[in-house]
């Protein structure tokens, strides 16, 4: 790769690495998946930085396949990221279905209590 594609995938990591931590400090991205870009990103740019690094991964790729191809390398990564995502997703959707399902049993046993309560003053 050449020094000016270098210089463009880290700078374009360090603006990525950026804007993850602005959204992790306005609490508009979850810290956990804030860590799995951060950590992704830094490999990323570790990977470009170092030559040895950089030819060692072309390498494997192309023994892998036969044209190198570390687009195969990055959809597997988002792959296993939206399995994550939708994971966690799934946990937090069962978790408000719960809530909503306590809250609609509170509510109902507030009321019977409010009309218990009513019938008894008659």
């Known amino acids: 790769m050449t020094f000016a594609g270098v210089l463009l995938g880290v ?6 690495l950026s804007w ?3 959204l992790i400090g306005r ?4 810290v956990g998946y804030g860590v ?13 930085i ?23 390398v ?11 995502v939708f994971t966690q997703i799934t946990v937090l959707s069962n978790r408000v279905m719960r809530l909503a399902k306590e809250l609609a049993i509170r509510n109902a046993q507030q009321e ?7 019938a008894e003053r008659r």
């Open 11 to 16: 700078a374009i990591g360090i603006v990525l």
């Open 20 to 22: 993850v931590m602005n």
């Open 27 to 30: 609490d508009r991205l979850y």
């Open 36 to 48: 799995i870009f951060v950590f992704g990103t830094l490999v990323a740019m570790t990977v470009l």
């Open 50 to 72: 170092v030559p040895p690094l950089l030819d060692a991964v072309t390498r494997a790729s192309v023994r892998l396949l036969p044209v190198p191809s570390l687009s195969i």
């Open 74 to 84: 990055a959809l597997v990564i988002f792959t296993f990221l939206m399995v994550y």
């Open 112 to 118: 019977g209590d409010v009309e218990r309560r009513a």
